[in-house]
């Protein structure tokens, strides 16, 4: 089990480090512990240069957004690097504190692979975090092979499983040992390496994911471009098992090679051992009880890995005619199947690509691997590259997951965002733990000292937007005052934009101490702003829910005030119209999620004025008691001459340059 006084730091971290990914909406902040002094363990100050290596699960395929392109940074595109991966997470985490950041992993390296990776790494390393072995036992196509692909039977499973098991007895001790003492060369003086475990992605407490669920990744792709005529094996309990097995297995061993490696290397390394987490902390397994099959699965929202949507559809196997029911003894699923195979030679004429309506990425790539698979292929050079990648191990023609696929599929079976913040927030701590036997002291990290809130998870709905909060926590620190003269237990607040969608207050609690202390005063409502939310797929505008930091005498907390449109604003929206009135034309816009803190004054009204080359009269600016039916947060209406329509409103160049959108502007074409 894992103790509680663990898991409660890990849930506390796992909130602290949803770092936001940069964007108009968002200030970069450094984290508290980047600030504070050099004999703290807690502190990050020391963190100069930094370096991830390894693979897929360093890259972190398929967490966020992918770095690079084609033509701009194609190493980071290639290796399917991403910014929601635990080593940005922890870039962010750590701040301005880093000086040089590399970032070689690269998804689908082996050992040998991340070696030379080390190799190339420029010195003098502060930190270094990685992830290595996996593919060496050939993780990824074991799961291609024995579940999403699983077109082979049992025994061709089990074969590969066999020979994995027999790579982890004889090869990877040395391999793992090799790559860490190449980092002797690499490594600062008092650095300290990091070594993240892998996780067991299968729950197995039923067989729910072999009788209610379907595993088998694209059957008609198979059936139909490819010329399978089999069915995928079942997801049972004893399969699930022994895949769980395997990876706690790699587990153990990179544990026993870093105690054993330990006195023969010049830095501090530490094995970062999350694997309990997705178990004991949260419901973060695939096959869970509660899992609905689907994803995301609104069921099972602590899911840590991404999966491919599991739910039974009526013509989801076309291999067969027949019904396939799955007979559950002792644990174990068995297929039990009548009827015959479906007619159809593997050299019959396949279906042409070149018809088939899909995604034409998709096809090109479903094209060159059904030609290099094909008997007489006149790629062999294709061909051969899906000969077997286990060592001396004979594999059938079925191609790696990621050889031909996008990242879409590629990224099944590995961490998902919420997995990449597990991943940093135990890197972490076991940092702290590492860097505290570097100063010779006791991890202060062992004491709950602080308490951190989001309102948001505490099911509050008013929001605001982040470049407000961040002028306003500024201005707040910059000038709130302490009661001097020896007074404690006392509080100050302020509010902002009062009377607006935008109201926010902000308030200091000071215990046994009568100052402020405006540095820790910025940190802290940074931190609340953007630790707690960030602009992912659910919140794209980045709003703002605040919350409550507690720490030692000091207590922040940063609340707004105002009703808004709920769920949370996607994308600002508003109306417009403008009449024409011979001499003057009069115009009324309606507005939400733009101009929400200054009634237009700094906003509207200024760039509405600048696009004009004329006065605007008339000027009213009302914000709403509370969003109207539409959704609507303030009314406007201003008069102008005639004819500026066109070149101001129905183009929407005024509300587009202060952040806003009124699809255009209605009404009379010549206003």
């Not at 635990?86 to 880093?98: E, F, T």
């Not at 959704?631 to 160049?653: D, I």
């Amino acid at each position: 089990m894992i103790p509680l006084l663990s898991l409660g730091l890990a849930a506390t971290f796992a909130v602290a480090l949803s770092i936001p990914r940069q964007n108009a909406n968002h200030t970069p902040v450094d984290g508290l512990q980047g600030r504070q002094i050099g004999s703290d363990p807690t502190s990050f100050n020391w963190v100069r240069r930094f370096a991830a290596v390894g693979d897929s699960y360093t890259a972190g395929i398929g967490s966020g957004e992918q770095l690079g392109g084609l033509f701009h940074n194609f190493n980071d595109w290639s290796c399917s690097r991403y910014d929601l991966s635990y080593p940005m997470i922890l870039q962010q985490w750590v701040g301005s504190s880093i000086e040089d950041f590399q970032y070689p992993a690269c998804t689908g390296d082996q050992t040998w692979q991340i070696y030379n990776q080390i190799n190339a790494l420029m010195g003098n390393l502060d930190l270094v975090t990685l992830t290595a072995g996996g593919n060496d036992l050939c993780l990824v196509d074991i799961i291609k092979d024995c579940i999403v692909l699983a077109f082979y039977d049992e025994a061709t499973c089990n074969a590969i499983l066999e020979k994995a098991e027999q790579n982890l007895a004889n090869i990877m001790r040395n391999n793992i040992k090799e790559m860490l003492l190449a980092l002797n060369s690499k490594m600062a003086t008092n650095g300290i390496v990091v070594y993240n475990s892998y996780a067991r992605f299968f729950n197995t407490d039923n067989e729910k994911c072999a009788t209610d669920q379907d595993w088998g990744l694209f059957p008609w792709v198979a059936y139909t471009w490819l010329g399978i005529r089999s069915t995928p094996l079942p997801l049972t309990i004893a399969r699930r098992q022994r895949f769980n097995t395997l990876t706690a297995g790699l587990n153990d061993l990179i544990r026993e090679v870093i105690h054993d490696v330990a006195d023969e290397v010049n830095y501090k390394i530490g094995f970062n051992n999350w694997d309990l987490w997705p178990i004991e902390g949260v419901d973060g397994q695939m096959c869970s009880p509660s899992s609905s099959g689907a994803y995301p699965d609104r069921n099972q929202p602590d899911l840590l890995f991404f999966k491919p949507d599991t739910r039974k559809t009526l013509f989801r196997s076309p291999f067969f005619k027949r019904d396939l029911e799955l007979q559950v003894e002792n644990g174990t699923a068995t297929p039990v199947t009548s009827g015959t195979p479906i007619p159809g030679p593997s050299d019959s004429p396949l279906p042409p690509l070149e018809e088939a309506d899909i995604d034409p990425v998709l096809k090109a790539r479903l094209e060159s691997l059904r030609d290099s698979i094909r008997p007489g292929s006149p790629r062999p050079r294709q061909a051969r590259a899906h000969r077997p990648v286990l060592p001396s191990d004979a594999r059938g023609w079925l191609p790696s997951l990621g050889f031909l696929l996008p990242d879409f599929f590629g990224r099944i079976f590995h961490p998902n965002e919420k997995g990449h913040n597990a991943i940093a927030s135990f890197a972490l701590l076991e940092t702290m733990d590492l860097r505290a036997k570097v100063l010779g002291v006791s991890p202060e990290v062992c004491e709950i000292t602080e308490v951190f809130q989001c309102w948001r998870a505490g099911g509050r709905t008013e929001y605001v937007t982040a470049d407000r909060a961040d002028a306003n926590l500024k201005d707040f620190c910059a000038t709130v005052e302490g009661p001097g003269s020896g007074y404690t237990n006392w509080i100050r607040s302020k509010k902002y934009h009062e009377g607006t969608p935008t109201e926010m207050e902000f308030f200091l609690k000071g215990g046994n101490v009568d100052n402020v202390n405006r540095e820790e005063c910025v940190e802290a409502f940074t931190k609340i702003v953007h630790g707690c939310d960030n602009g992912d797929s659910d919140n794209p505008m980045n709003w703002k829910f605040g919350g409550r930091w507690q720490a030692g005498e000091y207590e922040y907390d940063l609340s707004p005030n105002a009703r808004r449109p709920w769920p949370p604003m996607k994308a600002p929206n508003g109306q417009c119209t403008g009449k024409y009135k011979f001499l003057f034309s009069d115009f009324e816009m309606y507005g939400a999620g733009f101009s929400s803190w200054d009634w237009g004054q700094e906003t509207l009204l200024p760039q509405s004025k600048g696009c004009l080359g004329l006065g605007v009269t008339k000027w009213q600016f009302v914000y709403l008691p509370e969003p109207d039916e539409n959704g609507m947060e303030w009314r406007a209406t201003w008069r102008t001459p005639v004819f500026v329509s066109n070149r101001c409103y129905r183009n929407n160049k005024v509300v587009n340059s202060i952040g806003g959108d009124t699809h255009g502007c209605g009404g009379d074409a010549g206003a």
